[in-house]
């Protein structure tokens, strides 16, 4: 019951996680999509109909070209008058203030220019006085008619017999007795009496200039429910073209006024959530091993709802068009850090899920899937920079030759297609340049490691194998040898080969710490003579503790780790621990103190390790290289491994055992083969 119990517990918090990523990712999509239906039609004059024949669903008016109307509200602006209101008061504070200021009189000109100047800003106030701004706002058109407001008689007038302050001023000077004494009357100060009395009635002008505006009405016509409007394939005319955008408009405003939107939210749940939950079963049923690695399922949801929500966004505010996003990145990340059935289902995912806020949906999918399945092909196995710039030029080529091939089906022209789209498809592949500096934050975010960065780390000018090559050049060697032979084996049974060979250089760095301890680095002193079984024992298996020590220091990946720790699994120092029984027969030996810490191998590229380590060690003490002891060398050592339980926890077959075997032993007889002896010149 027990044991049922704890079954039980792990299928529940494996359900529980499952059910909470579909339910955030499906949250966050839908929270982004766009509710309005302003794409519903792409409509272009011109050019044929594309979708299916369509039928006025509802009476609906058909609205004027909004040029049409632009030029019918410019007719009647030259019927609009602004109101201005006329101040009577101001003309006797004016007036008055420049009797009080000159009540003794101007000097140098007699007192009769006191009324003179009086008279004439008399005049000027009747006719009416406007600021500068509003003069000029409204006297683009000399023909402008303002209306003036006195009391409650609103009279039109014409713009040109009014005023502005400036005219004003020099309409003073207009009359010749006093243009003769203009410099002795500009020390009056004359402009100082001069103010605005047509003040700009701001609310009743618009309210006027609004009636106006609505008297225009905006349709030509109406739509009965019913009525053909246009068959799929017709050529849109100008007058269907007025239709159909008088259609499109009628659509939103009905969209604008409804007050719930329910329905098209759980449309777009369910259909977002069919999406993810296929995806996850398939991940469910074939790649289990992600779901116990948190940093691929992050990557793989966070991918998904970036590129989406970003797609989104751009639909909703109208913002360039959506073949500027380089989506082609989903399936490139998700096949280097993945495999490439999981980066096609999720493209799919986001492709679907995507097409369904745009106009165009089957082309869009159509032009997306052959982006991703390129950009799959392309990487079949990530091994230089270069690939990824081949990676984009090759995404980029093959959707706009998807595109050209889906315009050609739809337009019987080449003049008739619209170029822009391939500007966009041009600047999404300069934008998949940028997928290798997002390929290293994304190793560095979710903890995964590139073939790029295995192939940076086989560089022998790295610290750590430059030393290993300098204090133990036995283990160097040995290591490279291990190197080849576990990269021959992963390509034969279809591991990862590159990880395996940068594993295999690293597995026994822990070997530089005390050299000497070991066969390989020893040259005739042996300090194992003067140490207990023990001791010795113990200064063996240190080297994989002290391998873990250094690459926790120079930072090295952990699936670089994993290799380090792996290597002798759980096994013994058996040359040590057979040594310790012998010569105690009677005493019971501590197993432990003989045992590497472990884990055992738990993946394929491990297990190969595992066994071209322990080969390629043993063979180097055969007394002779035959094909005979060579093959019963490996089998001996690879089926004990196998019979010792070693590989129980890892996906290697047996088939994976028998090729690797064979390759040990090819390889073999090939580094041991026998030389030729060279003969003596004869003196």
């Known amino acids: 019951m027990g044991i049922f119990n704890i079954k039980s517990d792990i299928s529940w918090h494996v359900f529980l996680i499952r059910a909470g990523l579909i339910i955030g990712t499906v949250a966050i999509i839908t929270w982004a999509l766009p509710r309005d239906r302003n794409n519903t039609y792409r409509i272009e004059k011109g050019k044929p109909w594309i979708y299916s ?50 009540d003794m009189g101007i000097p140098g000109l007699p007192d009769d220019y006191i009324s003179i100047i009086a008279n004439r800003l008399h005049t000027l106030y009747a006719r009416g006085i406007m600021s500068n701004a509003d003069y000029s706002k409204f006297s683009k058109d000399t023909t402008q008619m303002i209306r003036i407001i006195n009391g409650k008689v609103a009279v039109s007038s014409q713009i040109s017999t009014i005023y502005s302050t400036v005219s004003a001023y020099e309409f003073i000077f207009a009359e010749p007795e006093l243009l003769a004494h203009r410099e002795i009357l500009q020390k009056c100060n004359l402009n100082d009496y001069i103010t605005p009395n047509l003040i700009y009635d701001k609310e009743r002008s618009e309210a006027s200039l609004a009636d106006l505006q609505n008297s225009i009405p905006l349709a030509s016509g109406l739509a009965q429910e019913g009525q053909k409007i246009i068959d799929r394939g017709e050529i849109v005319d100008a007058k269907t073209y007025n239709i159909l955008v008088s259609f499109q408009k009628e659509l939103d405003r009905r969209e604008k006024n409804k007050q719930q939107i329910s329905v098209t939210i759980l449309g777009q749940i369910l259909y977002v959530a069919i999406l993810v939950i ?18 691929s399922l992050a990557m793989l949801y966070s991918l998904i709802i970036i590129f989406t929500v970003g797609a989104s966004m751009m639909v909703s505010h109208n913002i360039l068009h959506v073949y500027i996003i380089p989506f082609a990145m989903v399936p490139i990340f998700i096949r280097v850090f993945m495999d490439s059935r999981t980066a096609f289902i999720a493209h799919t995912t986001m492709i679907l899920i995507c097409a369904c806020v745009l106009q165009y949906p089957l082309e869009f999918v159509a032009v997306e899937l052959v982006a991703g399945l390129v950009a799959i092909y392309s990487l079949r196995e990530l091994s230089s920079r270069s690939q990824l710039f081949w990676t984009a ?57 590139s073939n790029i960065t295995l192939i940076e780390l086989s560089d022998m000018n790295k610290d750590l194998l430059r030393r290993m090559s300098e204090v133990a050049p036995g283990t160097f060697n040995h290591s490279i040898q291990v190197a080849n032979l576990a990269g021959e084996i992963a390509q034969k049974i279809g591991a990862k080969s590159q990880l395996v060979r940068t594993g295999a250089l690293y597995h026994d760095i822990g070997k530089t710490i005390n050299p000497i301890y070991f066969t390989e680095n020893q040259s005739g002193v042996n300090p194992h003579e003067s140490m207990s079984y023990i001791d010795s024992a113990q200064m063996i298996i240190s080297h994989v503790t002290e391998g873990m020590k250094l690459a926790d220091k120079y930072n090295l990946p952990d699936i670089i780790k994993e290799f380090i720790a792996t290597h002798h699994g759980q096994g013994k120092a058996k040359y040590f621990y057979v040594q310790q029984k012998n010569a105690h027969p009677d005493d019971k030996v501590d197993e432990l103190l003989f045992t590497y810490p472990g884990p055992n191998p738990f993946t394929k590229e491990q297990a190969i390790l595992m066994m071209a380590d322990s080969v390629e060690a043993a063979s180097r003490s055969l007394p002779d290289y035959t094909e005979k002891s060579i093959r019963d060398l490996v089998n001996r050592l690879i089926d004990g491994q196998v019979s010792e339980g070693y590989f129980r926890e890892c996906p290697i077959t047996f088939r994976d055992i028998e090729y690797t075997k064979t390759v040990l032993i090819e390889k073999l007889k090939t580094i041991y083969h026998t030389r030729v002896s060279y003969p003596e010149l004869k003196k």
């Open 53 to 102: 024949d369509l039928k006025a669903p509802f009476d609906f008016p058909i609205y004027k070209a909004d040029e049409v109307v632009k030029a019918e509200r410019d007719s009647l602006m030259r019927l609009y008058e602004p109101y201005f209101n006329f101040n009577k008061e101001t003309e006797v504070i004016q007036t008055q203030q420049f009797a009080k200021d000159y």
């Open 393 to 449: 030029v090759l995404v980029t080529a093959s959707a706009a030759l998807t595109n050209l091939a889906l315009d050609w089906i739809r337009e019987n022209s080449l003049t008739k297609i619209e170029y822009n789209e391939y500007n966009y498809l041009i600047i999404n592949g300069l934008l998949l340049f940028c997928s290798y500096p997002l390929l290293y934050l994304i190793e560095k975010a979710f903890g995964f490691t």
């Open 278 to 295: 296929c995806m996850t079963f398939f991940l469910t049923l074939f790649r289990k091993d992600y779901f116990e690695k948190p940093r």
